[in-house]
């Protein structure tokens, strides 16, 4: 009946994250000999994970105000905590992204667990599974404790994913990972804490977590200031942006390339998007008081990122590397609080997910043939695997932003809007695209191209069916989007003009 169909379309974003949920839990009750079974289960609740995804997308309207697929549900009422999940466009698009790279990592990790010798093939994709439940969590939820208990309970699964299946320096990069997002949670949870005794002394309502009542809050500029801290630095910490990024590296790393792949594809834009989603309209004096801070901060971090991914001997770590340059556009597109940056920013997560996502599967399929992932053990691949040298082509003219792929849309957009209100920063920024260009096309002469040594000749192979089937779903979606840049601009765009018009009106939102 309509009233049954409209009862599950208001628990639609709570079913989409049971979805994943219940294949963790059958996934992780079988044998440990079953290991097909538990790739099995994984990938087919992943897909239809997918599917719930794409059609919150598709069916999204995009010029309406405020949340969509909302539900709230009483879960600690002595202190108004509500399982509360919406989304807008910006949030959509994410988890649209979050949820096609899920099924297409597991793929491409099919035979990486029994290939490394660690671990139990139904832990690793359970926690695979595990994870992208609290993805979609952390990106729906419109209770800010409910979006802060998605956010540490993210650590979980990664913190494993890591410590149980990553390289020989693992355990380090597990504890480096956990302590610099744990301490970065403190310094949200102190500030949530703050927001509410705000919220309970000013509020209409009294206390709340709710973010549209805290969005309505009129609170004074000092006390904006003070509470943006905590949750900046956690999204920092998260984004990762210098100086917070150290623990990036290491943990890309020593994580298994699907590992790395959702951790920087996915993960790392829970900084971002807070800082979009969050930090704009509930705090709009603090954010443009620290705008030049940060702003300088971003700068750092494009330059930054980019000259230590020149430096690299290892492909994972220049991968890591150019992923903290990305993000500095994303950041600096933020906080110029324009459409066209804030828009720019919000695709630019969704593309660097999947060219960054290419990026880490590429170089984990060639590193489980040739057992190393530096730059020095290859050489002369396109002699031995033709077609695996045009996919590492197109991944690396993806990150660097060619024009005609997603992500040129992106960075040009995200420029534009920085030039539109400080030229010279826009300016500077520019060059680090050229600094892409060098150290993407660096490593692919030095990986592909000349002739190949006897070892790569032994051990490299071409591209498998199953990787193609991995990578070529993403190679497609980045053209798709370079081609047709508007199928998700559509849905940004007007959610970004809804922050940046609580942002600008100031006093919390009130205008």
């Known amino acids: 009946s309509s009233s049954t169909l409209s009862e599950a379309l208001t628990m639609l974003l709570t079913s989409l994250m ?63 905590i509500n399982w509360a999940l919406g989304v807008d466009g910006i949030a959509a698009v994410l988890i649209v992204m979050a949820t096609i790279l899920v099924p297409l990592v597991i793929i491409a990790s099919w035979n990486d667990v029994e290939r490394i010798g660690r671990g139990t093939v139904k832990g690793y994709f359970g926690l695979i599974l595990l994870l992208e439940t609290f993805m979609i969590g952390v990106f729906a939820a419109t209770d800010l404790f409910l979006f802060y208990v998605f956010f540490e309970a993210m650590l979980i ?59 309505n809050l009129r609170i004074d500029p ?6 943006f801290l905590g949750f900046f630095f956690a999204f920092a910490v998260k984004a990762p942006m210098v100086p917070f990024h150290t623990w990036l590296p290491d943990a890309a790393a020593e994580s298994t390339p699907g590992t790395a792949t959702l951790l920087v594809g996915v993960l790392d834009k829970v900084g971002t998007f807070g800082m979009l989603h969050f930090l704009l309209p509930i705090f709009p004096e603090a954010s443009k008081f620290y705008a030049p801070v940060i702003i300088t901060l971003a700068v750092i971090s494009i330059f930054y990122g980019a000259l230590l991914a020149i430096g690299q001997s290892d492909m994972m770590r220049l991968v890591a590397f150019s992923s903290i340059s990305h993000f500095g556009f994303i950041v600096l597109g933020i906080f110029v609080f324009t459409s066209q940056g804030l828009s720019g920013s ?23 043939r040739r057992g190393s992932s530096l730059i020095a053990d290859f050489g002369g691949v396109t002699r031995v695997a033709p077609i695996l040298s045009g996919v590492i082509l197109l991944a690396g003219l993806s990150s660097l932003a060619l024009p005609g792929m997603s992500s040129f849309v992106s960075e040009f957009l995200v420029l534009l809007g920085t030039f539109t209100v400080y030229q010279w920063v826009a300016v500077v920024a520019t060059t680090g695209i050229v600094l892409a260009a060098f150290y993407i096309l660096w490593m692919y002469q030095r990986v592909v191209t000349g002739e190949p040594s006897q070892e790569v000749q032994d051990t490299v192979t071409e591209i498998s069916r199953r990787e193609l089937v991995a990578i070529a779903p993403i190679i497609a979606l980045i053209i798709a989007l370079g081609i047709f840049p508007q199928a998700a601009l559509r849905i940004i765009n007007p959610a970004v003009q809804q922050v940046l018009n609580i942002q600008q009106w100031g006093n919390g939102g009130q205008g």
Do not use: C
């Open 346 to 368: 919000t695709f630019y997560m969704v593309n660097h997910g999947f060219s960054t996502g290419a990026l880490f599967l590429v170089v984990g399929f060639l590193a489980s």
């Open 18 to 80: 049971l979805t994943p949920l219940v294949g963790a839990i059958a996934v992780f009750a079988l044998p440990a000999t079953r290991t097909l079974l538990a790739k099995q289960i994984a990938l087919v609740f992943a897909t239809i994970t997918t599917a719930g995804a794409v059609y919150v997308g598709a069916t999204l309207k995009p010029n309406a105000k405020g949340m969509q697929f909302t539900e709230s549900h009483a879960w600690i009422p002595s202190f108004n």
């Open 157 to 215: 699964p990664v913190y494993f994913l890591i410590g149980r299946f990553g390289g020989p320096q693992r355990a380090y990069a597990a504890m480096k990972f956990l302590l610099y997002s744990l301490v970065g949670g403190l310094f949200m949870l102190a500030s949530l804490i703050g927001l509410y005794i705000v919220s309970m002394r000013t509020g209409a309502a009294g206390a709340s977590f709710d973010f549209q009542t805290l969005v």
């Open 222 to 227: 000092a006390t904006q200031k003070m509470l």
